[in-house]
């Protein structure tokens, strides 16, 4: 089974520009996650969906941030207009409901940097 | 207070030697699920070894084995035998209640050093 794959892998962009993130869940899992990393807060929930239907975004920074699940199979992440201090590595998850444990698996990570 | 607290920020360990990296968790949940990932250097989260609060067996994968100590609150990671490769990153995480697929929270993680 493919697993949750995030693009793009890396991304420099100029402040003010728009960031957009994607990601594709696995396939059957109905719970979808966005955290970020940084150095300095570690890893933090963004926020999460449940078939499709963002249940909590308390983790948004700011009004800068959206996030986006048209479909069970697609979110997006966005960011306008970006900062530096938006410089993280962005990670999205899946889990499927009733699976053992619950286990959160996540993608590879999506590396922004803000100049 | 901190749901999860990992207390040793780096630890070294020699190759094919056991390390226990420790993880101290603090819920009112009677249920909850407690996690390990991975992140090597190269940056993917990787999963480990999952122990449920009501599991009464400490869970095992591979040379992966979680001490779990539900009185004491703490989920400690076991690797046997280390390995060059298991320089990495270490997090453990908590999901409360089972059966809905809450949110999982992180420690600030633990470094790994496999030395020869």
């Known amino acids: 089974d493919a697993g949750v794959i995030q693009s793009p892998r890396h991304e420099v962009t100029e402040m003010g520009q728009e960031v957009t993130l994607r990601c594709k869940p696995i396939s059957g899992h109905d719970y979808l996650f966005w955290y970020r990393q940084t150095m300095m807060r570690g890893l933090e929930l963004l926020i999460y969906?449940?078939?499709?239907?963002?249940?909590?975004d308390s983790g948004m920074p700011e009004d800068r941030f959206s996030a986006k699940m048209p479909n069970a199979s697609f979110s997006t992440l966005k960011i306008q207009p970006s900062e530096p201090r938006d410089s993280a590595v962005y990670f999205c998850?899946?889990?499927?409901?009733?699976?053992?444990?619950?286990?959160?698996?996540f993608g590879e990570g999506s590396w922004l940097t803000v100049v | 207070a901190q749901k999860i607290t990992q207390t040793q920020p780096g630890m070294f360990v020699q190759e094919k030697e056991a390390v226990t990296l420790d993880c101290t968790y603090d819920?009112?949940?009677?249920?909850?699920?407690l996690f390990w990932y991975k992140q090597p250097s190269s940056g993917e989260m990787i999963f480990l070894i999952y122990?449920?609060?009501?599991?009464?067996q400490n869970a095992t994968e591979g040379r992966y084995s979680l001490n779990f100590q539900k009185a004491r609150k703490s989920a400690n990671l076991v690797i046997s035998a280390s390995q060059l490769g298991d320089s990495a990153m270490y997090f453990c995480?908590?999901?409360?209640?089972?059966?809905?697929?809450?949110?999982?929270?992180f420690g600030t993680g633990t470094r790994l050093q496999v030395t020869l």
């Open positions: 998850a899946s889990s499927r409901s009733g699976g053992s444990g619950n286990t959160i698996y």
């Open positions: 819920t009112s949940d009677q249920s909850y699920g």
């Open positions: 969906f449940n078939n499709n239907v963002p249940i909590d």
């Open positions: 995480a908590m999901r409360e209640g089972l059966g809905t697929a809450s949110k999982l929270t």
């Open positions: 122990q449920g609060s009501y599991d009464e």
